[in-house]
């Protein structure tokens, strides 16, 4: 188990307001079965539903195959009246691409029938269509929220991919802390037990969960430290005076990130080497134009830097596979995923480090991995070997140096508060966990 040190501190000092609810809402919120209901649709729930015998709100998950205008008809809503809902729901939302598994809550009347739609358009906001003599009359409200700073120690154990994640870490910290490790670290060969992931970063969270909203949002990573055999590892975003986005920079000023990525994933082994071999499944030997990475399907794979997706489909023998141009005519190439991540198609900008698919073994692939090759000038060249120091920003100097000692300097001082707040700087605490509000 992972030693941890987790500190929580809210720093507003005002609430988000929520969205003035409507007097009826709270005498038609009951509960089905002495709880929220939280079920697949399908045609059995559906009759059970029916027989509810007073008001109630419902929570259900849409089912492989199901679609709104079969749902919401069970529920005594017309054919018009639901086109006519995703019509005025449209400006927000296309409920014509609702994804299986998307939550949606009915508000349902002593008879079982739908008064009211609610959706989850985004974090911490829900739209709500309510059924007036016939018309859709759609509302947004805003969920109540906090900022809160969170503060993560812990041993790397097995995995800091899943330490992290068992210790409570956000998934999206904990992939934006590997990508940017990545530039100075080797996941696949670097780690041992004895090491030591931190990271400070702020979220907005619910005051009280919600069926329709994930329960925090990540706004920013302000401090991420890797301690690898002794060596430390500490890096603070900073977005220098001109500069489009917020970069990673050790105290001193030098910037952490590399131009490629050489490991675009994380908790994965080094399967197959760049060089000539003699294929598993066609026999002969050829040359292996990059490396493998074997893993469990389904692991996030990271563009390996900023660039365009010039293929993000079928590609024969490599199966699902996506192919990113870069600039300085670098090209990478992922294959055998399982799938594609959201947005990711040919002629969309992606960012280093973004998550672009997931590992598989699509195509002509003998076991689970990703394939990943790296093009310079349209040759193939062994992506650990990557010389692209001469791409790298420079180090911070001068006014913008000036400005970003001073980002250190107030980082430093809300992890020293938040130390003192344990009274344990220098030792690992178990499972502890602190929230401060301040009001």
């Known amino acids: 188990m992972a030693a941890a040190l987790v500190v929580g501190v809210a720093c507003t000092c005002e609430k988000v307001v929520t969205a003035t609810s409507e007097p009826e809402e709270s005498k038609l919120r009951s509960t089905v079965g002495g709880a929220l209901a939280d079920v697949n649709i399908g045609t059995n729930e559906a009759k059970k539903l029916k027989n509810i015998t007073k008001s109630s709100i419902i929570t259900l998950r849409l089912a492989a195959g199901e679609n709104l205008i079969g749902v919401l008809r069970r529920y005594d809503v017309n054919t018009q009246q639901v086109m006519t809902l995703i019509r005025e729901v449209q400006p927000w939302l296309d409920l014509n691409k609702l994804t299986t598994g998307k939550a949606i809550q009915l508000t349902l009347n002593q008879r079982g029938s739908l008064i009211a739609f609610s959706i989850g358009v985004r974090f911490a906001t829900i739209l709500t269509a309510t059924l007036e003599d016939g018309d859709w009359q759609v509302r947004e409200s805003t969920l109540e929220s906090e900022l809160v700073d969170e503060h993560i120690r812990i041993n790397v154990g097995r995995s800091l991919y899943n330490s992290a994640l068992d210790t409570g870490v956000a998934v999206d910290v904990i992939q934006r802390a590997i990508a940017v490790l990545s530039h100075r670290v080797d996941f696949q060969r670097s780690l041992q037990d004895t090491d030591v992931?931190?990271?400070?970063?702020?979220?907005?969270?619910?005051?009280?969960?919600?069926?329709?909203?994930?329960?925090?949002?990540?706004?920013?990573?302000?401090?991420?430290?890797?301690?690898?055999?002794?060596?430390?590892?500490?890096?603070?975003?900073?977005?220098?005076?001109?500069?489009?986005?917020?970069?990673?920079?050790?105290?001193?000023?030098?910037?952490?990130?590399?131009?490629?990525?050489?490991?675009p994933l994380n908790g994965a082994r080094l399967s197959s080497t760049f060089g000539r071999r003699k294929?598993?499944?066609?026999?002969?030997?050829?040359?292996?134009?990059?490396?493998?990475?074997?893993?469990?399907?389904?692991?996030?794979?990271?563009?390996?830097?900023?660039?365009?997706?010039?293929?993000?489909?079928?590609?024969?023998?490599?199966?699902?596979?996506?192919?990113?141009?870069?600039?300085?005519?670098?090209?990478?190439?992922?294959?055998?995923?399982?799938?594609?991540?959201?947005?990711?198609?040919?002629?969309?900008?992606?960012?280093?480090?973004?998550?672009?698919?997931?590992?598989?073994?699509?195509?002509?692939?003998?076991?689970?991995?990703?394939?990943?090759?790296?093009?310079?000038?349209?040759?193939?060249?062994?992506?650990?070997?990557?010389?692209?120091?001469?791409?790298?920003?420079?180090?911070?100097?001068?006014?913008?140096?000036?400005?970003?000692?001073?980002?250190?300097?107030?980082?430093?001082?809300?992890?020293?508060?938040?130390?003192?707040?344990?009274?344990?700087?220098?030792?690992?605490?178990?499972?502890?966990?602190?929230?401060?509000?301040?009001?």
């Open 197 to 263: 992931f931190e990271v400070f970063y702020q979220s907005t969270q619910l005051i009280d969960t919600h069926p329709l909203s994930k329960k925090s949002e990540v706004d920013k990573v302000n401090f991420i430290k890797l301690t690898v055999s002794g060596v430390p590892h500490p890096l603070y975003r900073y977005r220098a005076t001109g500069e489009s986005q917020h970069r990673f920079y050790y105290a001193d000023g030098r910037p952490v990130q590399s131009f490629l990525l050489k490991t």
């Open 279 to 439: 294929h598993p499944i066609l026999g002969y030997s050829r040359l292996h134009k990059g490396l493998d990475f074997g893993a469990a399907i389904g692991t996030p794979i990271f563009s390996a830097g900023d660039g365009k997706v010039l293929k993000a489909n079928w590609g024969g023998s490599f199966g699902n596979r996506i192919v990113i141009r870069h600039a300085n005519g670098y090209q990478s190439l992922y294959a055998h995923l399982q799938g594609f991540a959201t947005g990711i198609k040919a002629g969309n900008e992606v960012r280093q480090g973004e998550v672009i698919g997931y590992l598989g073994s699509t195509g002509l692939s003998q076991a689970p991995h990703l394939h990943f090759e790296v093009h310079k000038d349209g040759r193939a060249i062994n992506p650990l070997t990557l010389k692209t120091h001469r791409y790298t920003a420079r180090k911070l100097a001068g006014a913008k140096l000036e400005d970003f000692s001073k980002t250190v300097a107030r980082i430093d001082a809300q992890l020293e508060h938040s130390y003192a707040k344990r009274n344990e700087p220098s030792q690992l605490v178990f499972n502890q966990t602190l929230k401060e509000h301040q009001h």
